[in-house]
């Protein structure tokens, strides 16, 4: 008879253990695995905010994780700065919309010290008018008495003769006015929609609105930039209609912002790096 390998049985064994500590292995990794939930980031909307020596708190102002929450206004907190004639704000889970009527800013003898330079500019511009008005040939005269108080690009839309009917019609002209805003975002998608811009009751032509357009470039009194947008490190995404920076950035208003938040979604956190598998060796009694 001839004699079994001795070795077989010892090989087999430790393929054996092998085997079962790599199943142990695999096991431990699955196991291991965790499902959780990211942190909910809600949407949110505002109609207008206002930061510097005017400040307004976001109004009217709503948020919402899950189902539609909707709220409106038809006034601002007491200023001497903007009036609004209507807002209509709403957020979901995903979603989030503005809409603002008639919104007008008219620097006014309220303003605080640190917008005086704001308000003497505002009044040399409409002292500057009036008299050229009243000239012989207003179409020469307005565009002088403005100088450079307003971009040239807003200068060249400007019709003397409608000018001066607004300068001279309208108790307290409004230095910008917009008849209507709406923004609106789904996740990671905004749009804006604007008409109606004025200044000094003149409309003004307003370009494509790519993301951050500059409707009225840095000047001495305004400039207005439209469709901004923002990816922010929460992982939600905000569109803003228009932020108006007023006195080289000493008061900075935010018209019609929405923020469409991320809802509950599973995160799968990564399993602990499990030991590679350890052979064992179990001696067996050999019979032959």
Do not use: H
């Not at 070795?7 to 196991?31: D, E, F, H, K, N």
């Not at 899950?66 to 700065?81: F, K, V, W």
């Not at 008005?133 to 565009?143: D, G, I, L, S, T």
């Amino acid at each position: 008879m001839q004699k079994g390998n001795p070795m077989r049985p010892r090989a087999l064994a430790s393929a054996g253990a092998t085997a079962l500590g790599a199943v142990t292995a695999i096991v431990t990794l699955v196991l291991g695995t965790t499902a959780g939930y990211a942190e909910a980031v809600p949407s949110s909307a505002y109609g207008i905010a206002a930061e510097g020596p005017i400040p307004i708190e976001p109004t009217p102002y709503v948020e919402s994780s899950g189902a539609r929450e909707q709220s409106s206004a038809l006034t601002l907190p007491d200023n001497p700065l903007l009036a609004l004639e209507a807002a209509a704000v709403s957020a979901a889970a995903k979603s989030a919309s503005v809409k603002l009527v008639d919104l007008s800013l008219a620097p006014g003898t309220g303003l605080p010290a640190q917008l005086a330079p704001l308000n003497t500019a505002f009044q040399s511009l409409l002292d500057n008018l009036k008299p050229a008005c009243e000239a012989e040939n207003p179409a020469k005269q307005v565009p002088e008495a403005i100088g450079d108080l307003l971009p040239s690009q807003v200068v060249d839309q400007l019709d003397p003769e409608q000018l001066c009917a607004s300068i001279t019609t309208a108790e307290t002209p409004s230095l910008v006015s917009i008849g209507l805003i709406k923004v609106a975002c789904d996740e990671e998608s905004g749009s804006v929609e604007i008409a109606n811009v004025a200044m000094l009751g003149q409309q003004i032509e307003i370009p494509p609105l790519e993301a951050n357009t500059a409707i009225l470039p840095e000047n001495p009194l305004v400039s207005i930039t439209a469709n901004k947008q923002t990816n922010n490190e929460d992982g939600s995404f905000t569109v803003v209609g228009l932020e108006i920076n007023l006195g080289d950035g000493q008061e900075v208003i935010t018209a019609a912002s929405a923020t469409c938040g991320v809802p509950d979604k599973p995160e799968i956190t990564d399993p602990p790096t499990a030991p590679p598998p350890t052979p064992v060796t179990t001696g067996l009694p050999v019979t032959g």
